[in-house]
């Protein structure tokens, strides 16, 4: 099956990424989501919450589905079950989070690349959709970054997101946009950008400045889903604290569609993130941790004429 390579994904995060932000960033013109990754061995114990998390949602395609894990057969296992309702699978070595790393997934994996090869070709040869792969530069160091990119390509990833960062720096300090440059150069499967971009300027510079195929945008997106009409136009445009709370409650409009209410958890981490910027900030913020509903935060927000 062919795989979809636009310019503009939506980044794969913990807590954020649901399907009702996913959409939404759909909406403002993002081309390709990824849903927040999901552990392989709970998918195959069948956890209804992990199903949940993964779910993909037609409004949102095209649209990967996020898997981490340390065993091949496993990570094999679990995407053959996930696939059939996503474009494609994508093998996560480089979230940072202890909890993931712990385990040695996520990023800890790059410090054993015979596990990427095993992982990668295992979960291949099992499946009919495409697989991709999104990794760091390294764990302490990016030194073996370009020879990792190239063994996650010869092991049959069709697509490669790098975040051009390492473990290590976690999401402190500058994306090293020359390593991302030097995987480029040596890969012959698409290569997405990630790391510093946040407007329209910046993405132009990093595909000026690395080559990538596309670009991911992860934290930039938080609070600014619009973010992606800027890409598509080509042009930053200034954004309201009147169109954030708009954005704001079509995001609780589209979870309540979804019937995505297990936890009002996720809703009041993304309210934090769309007043960002507003006046008497901190009170807000306030008010808002307190809330206790939906309804709580939503109330909380200021009200424009």
């Known amino acids: 099956m062919s795989l979809i390579t636009p310019r503009y ?25 990824t849903t927040e990754f999901v552990s392989a061995e709970a998918v195959t114990r069948g956890g209804d919450k992990t199903f949940r998390l993964a779910k993909v949602f037609s409004e949102e395609r095209p649209a990967s589905i996020q898997i981490f894990g340390s ?12 696939e059939k309702q996503c474009d494609a699978i994508d093998i996560n070595f480089g ?15 790059l410090d054993y690349p015979e596990k990427i090869k095993a992982i990668l070709e295992e979960t291949v040869s099992t499946c009919t959709k495409p697989v991709t792969a999104k990794m760091r530069l390294g764990v302490k160091n990016k030194n073996n970054a370009v020879k990792i990119a190239q063994l996650i390509e010869k092991s049959g990833a069709s697509r490669l997101t ?19 440059a030097a995987i480029k150069k040596e890969l012959t499967i698409p290569v997405i950008g990630n790391g510093n971009v946040k407007d329209w300027e910046s993405a132009k510079a990093m595909f000026e400045q690395t080559n990538v195929d596309g670009i991911a945008i992860g934290r ?6 619009s973010i992606f009409q800027a890409l598509i136009n080509e ?28 936890s009002h958890g996720d809703v ?16 807000l913020r306030l008010k808002i941790s307190q809330a206790k509903s939906v309804e709580e935060i939503v109330d909380a927000l200021p009200n424009f004429p």
């Open 162 to 180: 790098v975040h051009g960062r390492t473990l290590e720096q976690g999401y402190t300090g500058n994306a090293d946009w020359q390593v991302i």
């Open 95 to 109: 979230c940072p989070a202890p909890k993931v790393t712990r385990s040695l997934g996520g990023a800890a994996l």
């Open 71 to 82: 065993e091949p057969a496993k990570m094999a296992q679990a995407a053959h079950i996930l």
């Open 220 to 225: 930039s997106a938080l609070g600014n889903p």
């Open 268 to 283: 009041k981490a993304h309210a934090l993130q769309f007043i960002r910027g507003f006046p008497d900030a901190a009170a």
């Open 235 to 262: 042009k930053d445009i200034p954004v309201s604290l009147e169109e954030k709370i708009a954005m704001f409650l079509r995001y609780v409009e589209l979870r309540k569609t979804l019937k995505l209410w297990e």
């Open 9 to 33: 994904f939506l980044a794969p995060m913990a807590g954020y990424t649901d399907g009702a932000f996913r959409i939404l960033c759909k909406e403002y013109g993002c081309q390709y989501t």
